[in-house]
């Protein structure tokens, strides 16, 4: 526990650990100093000037090195002659602080004044209008009306690309710099600096190509202005027209917290999503997103939608009713003798995935997930995975990263950050074994390279080296990737990082453990309520595929269920297409990398017909003779927590929980900590690693012979080159005739 | 390539730095650029950043920053004149205004034939002997109307 201080802000004391800057402590009491350059994750400038306070502290004296005391025997306070910066004062004991005195409130309408001498006013037709912490604090603090001629003003270019997705607007600029101070202390991409001073000074980037982060959409949430604005979402809907819903990002396995905002558009008959932003979950992602997670929503209203069930008649593919449609899929599924194959996806929430495991059993087809989806260490995860209540925040000193053929800032791009700021700002040691560099090799104290496709031989041959180094840290975090290794491989690999945990110590510890990169928000999750079987048959009499995404071979059947919400390639192939729903359109709950189990809400209607995968899976075993009665996720996750002992602890209201966190976002709070949302929806839970309930046995590795199709898994990157965010036929056509000219 | 036509003098100043602390050597190198082109022209810029393992946004900020180094071609001789208040109670704005005139130029321009560039600068420390100018960084003090000019006048 840090050292408390005493300090007295506005007459209310309150105890604080030491280092706390002055603006913190009063924001802890409900004292909302106003600022524009301070933000609470970013290292203060005081630049901005907006804090101004009047701060003393007890007048000591300077012979006997004693606190000089009144008649009443309080200690005499020694104000600073001027008003100080409380982003950047530290409290310290005794310490007083003033902030409602007639010299603080004329200083913040100077300041507001003056940073308004060059600011256009164009609130009207600015994205920021109506969230925005300029507008705020001048109706809170600033002068009523303006001294100055409006074209008198200094003007300065308004639509200025940093890079593809960010826009910068001159005029609206204050110069906080924090921007600048989020892409180097948090992001690490030096894309943004000033330019310039004085009156002159502006925001610039030289950077070739220009503002290219992966992170770069969270600057525009903490910029205090209208100046940064994302291209996806400038001019399309004003703040406060937007509806919210609570979800989980699906791009990656992090399990980001993000809140979709909705508007009603004519255009699609219904709610759209109109951006995508951060919430709060201090656990997991802090308040960042990642730009794939901000942009990569458009595919729920994309044209290549499915919206009735279909059913193949003469060849050609022709719209039908879920009547027809669950009828021919039950009675095909009957006449299949069990010769089925049930393939799940790894975006399927946890509760449709159980219950069709559960159906898929019942009827005694195969229950397996898709090819791509890496199924193979799952319960290696689930054994050795991090504690049930680590934190990548107590991560720092004395604690060891090792990161194995993994590429953390392409697989799991928020989870590169937290990583990051242990080693770096809190001195965690990081060891990284690849086969080639990624960003994260800036800030490894060891760097070892094998082979491609090695990284299993390379921990064999290393173990005892890599013993002793988790042997001397105080907890061990071990991230690994499979990148150019095949099912078998990877398990090998995730067996021989347990057994290192093992044979050091580490397991079953809280902030230890494996941290698996898997593709998307619920591999784990899938992997857990499925129990999958690794191997497909060679062939099979009917194949039912939920949710698998990508075109892919398909063991070779007589009759093809795709259950999809796009009509993508695969959709061809089918004799019966069944329209499901996207995370946006439902709510359920996914399991993270790290198995947090998250809780997401729905955000839109569903288009046309299309269903939850639950309940078409419901349907289908009614038709099938099951007296099933599922009305909501809700009840099946109670089934599911039931049957799945990793689960046994965990419930809907369990994982609906909230708790207050720091810093506090949304609210009253959009000028301190940016438009981020707050948690309203629960911060999730994660369940306990087996290794942490009992003692567990080494694993028994022999790792099998590398594979041309594992050698061929290339790295799993977070952008694929060429892949369209917004699908388009004919688009697409294009690009292929294209690729092939060249 | 700043780095094949001054290898030596490039080697030279990043010997004072120790490897991991090479961002330090920033000004040194872009002096070395703008005595080359100059100016510092993107491509140096972009060089200085790869020499010293940082970002070209980052190079070119402290380009920005520091009036000493030009982000545009100047003239064979850089006139700064400082109009700071010391030197304007001495008459800098008459002075200013007649160096426009004599050169035919505006401040901030450079002559069409190339060979003179005019800059008004902050205080250059020799207020003691206003109006005062730096040419190419030499000090020309106590200027009237009539030395200016044969100053100018008499620069090949």
Redesign the interface.
């Known amino acids: 526990m840090a050292e408390l201080v005493n300090v007295t802000i506005d007459g209310v004391t309150v105890a604080v650990p030491k280092g706390t800057l002055v603006v913190d402590a009063a924001k802890k009491i409900g004292n909302h100093i106003p600022v524009f350059c301070y933000h609470p994750k970013l290292k203060p400038v005081g630049m901005c000037r907006m804090c101004l306070v009047d701060i003393g502290t007890p007048k000591i004296d300077p012979a006997t090195k004693q606190v000089v005391r009144d008649e009443n025997g309080n200690p005499v306070i020694q104000f600073m002659p001027k008003l100080t910066t409380a982003c950047t004062t530290p409290v310290s004991e005794g310490m007083v602080v003033r902030t409602a005195t007639e010299q603080v409130r004329a200083a913040r309408e100077d300041i507001l004044e003056f940073l308004l001498t060059s600011h256009p006013l164009d609130c009207p037709i600015c994205d920021k209008g109506g969230e925005c912490p300029l507008q705020n604090l001048t109706l809170a603090h600033g002068p009523g009306v303006s001294r100055f001629d409006y074209d008198a003003k200094f003007h300065n270019e308004k639509h200025v690309p940093l890079g593809e997705l960010i826009f910068l607007d001159r005029e609206r600029c204050i110069q906080c710099s924090r921007c600048i101070r989020f892409q180097d202390e948090i992001a690490d991409?030096?894309?943004?600096?000033?330019?310039?001073?004085g009156r002159g000074m502006e925001i610039?980037?030289?950077?070739?190509p220009p503002f290219d982060s992966y992170f770069g959409g969270n600057t525009t949430d903490i910029c205090p202005v209208g100046a940064l604005t994302t291209a996806d979402f400038r001019f399309k809907a004003r703040p406060w027209e937007l509806q919210s819903a609570q979800s989980i990002c699906t791009h990656c396995a992090v399990g980001c917290n993000i809140t979709l905002n909705t508007r009603l558009e004519t255009r699609h008959g219904g709610f759209e999503i109109k951006r995508v932003m951060p919430r709060q979950n201090e656990w997991v992602n802090e308040i960042w997103i990642c730009d794939k997670g901000r942009y990569v929503h458009h595919f729920t209203r994309s044209e290549d939608r499915l919206h009735l069930p279909l059913i193949r008649r003469e060849g050609r593919l022709v719209e039908s009713t879920w009547q027809q449609a669950l009828q021919l899929v039950a009675d095909t599924l009957r006449a299949a003798d069990g010769e089925i194959v049930l393939m799940v996806g790894d975006r399927i929430p946890n509760e449709d995935a159980y219950l069709l495991g559960q159906l898929g059993r019942a009827i005694g087809a195969r229950v397996s997930v898709s090819p791509n989806v890496p199924s193979h260490y799952a319960d290696v995860a689930r054994a050795f995975g991090v504690g049930k209540d680590a934190d990548f925040k107590r991560l720092g000193r004395g604690d060891l990263v090792l990161a194995v053929n993994a590429d953390v800032e392409e697989q799991a791009p928020v989870w590169f950050l937290r990583l990051r700021q242990a080693v770096v700002d809190r001195g965690a040691q990081l060891i990284i074994a690849h086969h080639r560099s990624t960003k994260l090799h800036r800030y490894a104290s060891a760097i070892h390279r094998f082979e491609v496709g090695r990284a299993p031989e390379w921990v064999q041959q290393q173990a005892e080296t890599l013993a002793q180094a988790l042997q001397a840290a105080r907890h061990a975090l071990i991230v690994f990737g499979d990148e150019h290794l095949d099912g078998p491989r990877a398990r090998a690999l995730a067996q021989l990082l347990a057994n290192l945990l093992l044979q050091s110590g580490h397991a079953g510890r809280s902030d230890s453990g494996l941290l698996p990169l898997y593709p998307h928000a619920n591999t784990q999750g899938v992997c857990d309520v499925l129990s999958p079987h690794t191997a497909l048959p060679p062939a099979a009499r009917v194949v039912w595929a939920v949710g698998v995404g990508d075109p892919q071979e398909l063991p070779p059947a007589g009759f093809y269920i795709i259950q999809e919400v796009l009509h993508t390639a695969l959709v061809e192939q089918a004799d019966v297409v069944l329209p499901s729903l996207t995370f946006a359109e439902r709510e359920g709950t996914f399991t993270s990398g790290d198995r947090r189990v998250q809780r997401f809400y729905r955000a839109l209607p569903a288009p046309g017909e299309a269903k939850p995968d639950w309940w078409i899976a419901q349907e289908v075993a009614r038709r099938l003779g099951f007296e099933w009665r599922y009305n909501s996720p809700a009840e099946i996750f109670e089934a599911l927590a039931k049957d799945v002992p990793a689960y046994a602890e965990l419930s809907y209201a369990a994982l609906s929980r909230v708790v207050e966190q720091w810093p506090p976002i949304g609210r009253e709070d959009l000028y301190y900590g940016g438009t981020a949302y707050d948690n309203t929806g629960g911060i999730g839970a994660r369940y306990a690693a087996e290794a942490e309930t009992r003692a567990l046995p080494p694993y028994d590795v022999t790792i099998p012979e590398p594979t041309i199709a594992g050698l061929k898994r290339g790295p799993r990157m977070l952008y694929r080159d060429g892949e369209l965010i917004r699908r388009s036929a004919l688009l697409r056509a294009r690009m292929v005739s294209l690729q092939q000219v060249a | 390539m700043l780095r094949e036509k001054r290898a030596q003098d490039i080697e030279k100043v990043l010997a004072k730095y120790p490897p991991e602390r090479r961002r330090s050597a920033v000004m040194p190198l872009l002096y070395i650029a703008q005595e080359e082109y100059g100016y510092c022209t993107p491509e140096a810029i972009r060089e200085v950043a790869e020499i010293i393992g940082c970002d070209p946004t980052e190079v070119k900020s402290i380009v920005g920053f520091y009036t000493m180094f030009y982000e545009q071609p100047v003239g064979k001789y850089v006139i700064d004149v400082c109009d700071d208040l010391p030197c304007a109670l001495r008459g800098a704005d008459r002075f200013v205004s007649h160096c426009e005139k004599k050169l035919g130029i505006r401040v901030g321009e450079t002559t069409p034939d190339g060979k003179f560039t005019l800059n008004t600068v902050m205080c250059i420390a020799a207020c003691d002997r206003a109006p005062v100018l730096q040419i190419n960084k030499q000090y020309r003090y106590a200027l009237d109307e009539q030395t200016f000019d044969r100053m100018i006048d008499e620069l090949p």
């Open positions: 991409d030096h894309v943004l600096q000033f330019h310039d001073r610039i980037t030289f950077s070739d």
